[in-house]
């Protein structure tokens, strides 16, 4: 593999999918920062020539996480997304699903594929997620320190084992062999890079990996035995035979599985009056519900802050069930302190007419604080022209300075629930503050959602009784 040469050197070919210098080292730069007799770079160049002759660079999405390969991105010219260590399967099955014209390539070793993600690894093989996956088995934990890893072979020596790999250990884990007991993953196959031969194999199971995605035949893995000179404490040709003499009869070479499976028929979704008939909304006409469906202005991103014990969570709850009643796209993502009770809890609520790019409300567009130092932590964030609305006297925003280009609204939610029978329902007298306030949600849906997510009759009651206080005393208070 080569990069834009250094001077004096003479210019090599180079893959279109490698940039033309790599950073990682100081440019202008020629090669990459692997050992000398380490595999990566083969196998990165194998995988830039078929991106290359398929033409498909720009679709091309690579996922890399936490290992030896790292720093890969450094070295492809596509898109890259770095997921943390052992999630490249789930975050590759995300990108497939969110771009299903991309071609997604997962590279792992076996420290991330076989250890820490493993669990990610087998699911989506036995879901046949469309992506494709390159495992590189060199038997150790290369980047960390050569620690003993899943595939560390029997007798194997290594920092952490260093009597070698004994019964109590286990035997090593042979991928291939795991996955082809599954009826989903489309192609399997082990290879090797420790010689020409083992490499123009590896090639043509790269190829026809990349080809499968390509044509939408389903999961396909290629597991590529290579060297590891550095944590082996081997000379880079001592370790290319290591590779040869004893992984191969641990890890025979062959294909496990080359069974194509047809592509999923697209899922036409159901028509909006549909979708809402099987969520039971009630309160609203069909023709209302279409209205609120087609309403692609709606971009709330909600963060909703207390006490653990103040109902945070069931509020972002009762939200995003009623945006997705009300045909938003909606998502919530709940964040609590070490304390269940008294503790700090917060949640993400995002209610969309397109697309959710991330379901956390860095930058809200509404605060709901049910506490002062909820306030004091949030207001800061809140979008220029937001909203905020807080559980509590209204001099405290000026005690914290919350800018005057946001709108405030203070509504003492805990002494008005606590009138009618229950503090504890100060959340739901927010809820009757939020849909005064703001405009994306109406009565009707809110009050559905309320009525789904209720145990019973008279709870749902109760919830009804302090959001109509909430919205009759911030509707009476025109919210500003």
């Not at 210098?21 to 050992?35: L, M």
């Amino acid at each position: 593999m080569s990069a834009t040469p250094s001077v004096g050197k003479p210019k090599q070919a180079r893959a279109r999918s490698f940039y033309p210098e790599f950073f990682r080292k100081t440019p202008p730069c020629d090669h990459t920062h692997y050992c000398p007799g380490c595999g990566h770079g083969v196998i990165h160049k194998l995988i830039a020539e078929a991106i290359d002759d398929f033409k498909i660079q720009d679709r091309t999405v690579l996922i890399s996480p936490v290992g030896c390969s790292v720093f890969a991105y450094y070295y492809f010219d596509v898109g890259n997304i770095q997921a943390a260590h052992g999630r490249a399967g789930a975050v590759a099955t995300a990108a497939k699903r969110a771009l299903p014209e991309a071609i997604v390539l997962a590279y792992q070793g076996d420290g991330d594929l076989a250890a820490i993600g493993l669990a990610e690894t087998m699911h989506a093989a036995n879901r046949g997620e469309p992506f494709t996956l390159f495992f590189v088995n060199n038997a150790i934990y290369g980047m960390t320190g050569g620690q003993m890893a899943p595939t560390t072979l029997q007798g194997q020596k290594t920092t952490t084992s260093p009597l070698g790999r004994g019964r109590m250990e286990g035997a090593p884990l042979r991928i291939c062999e795991l996955l082809s007991q599954m009826d989903a993953p489309a192609f399997l196959e082990r290879v090797a890079v420790f010689d020409g031969k083992s490499i123009m194999r590896a090639r043509r199971a790269v190829r026809k990996a990349i080809e499968n995605q390509v044509q939408g035949r389903g999961f396909s893995l290629v597991e590529i035995l290579s060297p590891c000179p550095t944590a082996w404490n081997m000379t880079p040709v001592e370790a290319a035979a290591w590779v040869k003499d004893s992984m191969l009869p641990a890890f025979p070479l062959g294909n496990f599985r080359d069974r194509p499976n047809p592509p999923e028929p697209p899922r036409p979704a159901p028509p909006l009056e549909e979708t809402h008939r099987l969520l039971q909304i009630g309160g609203i006409t069909a023709g209302q519900a279409a209205a609120l469906g087609a309403d692609k202005s709606v971009e709330q991103a909600i963060n909703i802050s207390g006490f653990g014990g103040q109902g945070v969570m069931y509020l972002g709850r009762v939200l995003a069930e009623a945006g997705m009643r009300a045909g938003l796209r909606s998502s919530f993502l709940p964040s609590y302190g070490p304390e269940m009770r008294g503790g700090t809890a917060h949640c993400s609520v995002c209610l969309s007419g397109r697309e959710i790019g991330s379901p956390l409300a860095t930058r809200p567009t509404l605060l709901v604080a049910m506490n002062e130092p909820s306030l004091q932590r949030f207001h800061s964030s809140v979008l220029p022209g937001g909203l905020v609305l807080y559980n509590g006297p209204a001099e405290h925003f000026q005690v914290y300075g919350v800018s005057t280009e946001l709108r405030t609204q203070a509504i003492q939610a805990t002494e008005i629930a606590d009138g009618l029978g229950s503090a504890r329902l100060a959340n739901m007298v927010i809820l009757g503050a939020i849909v005064a306030c703001g405009d994306f949600l109406s009565a009707p849906v809110v009050e559905a959602a309320l009525d789904s997510l209720a145990r019973n009759a008279a709870g749902a009651e109760r919830n009804r009784r302090c959001f109509h206080a909430g919205l009759g005393t911030v509707a009476a208070a025109k919210c500003v």
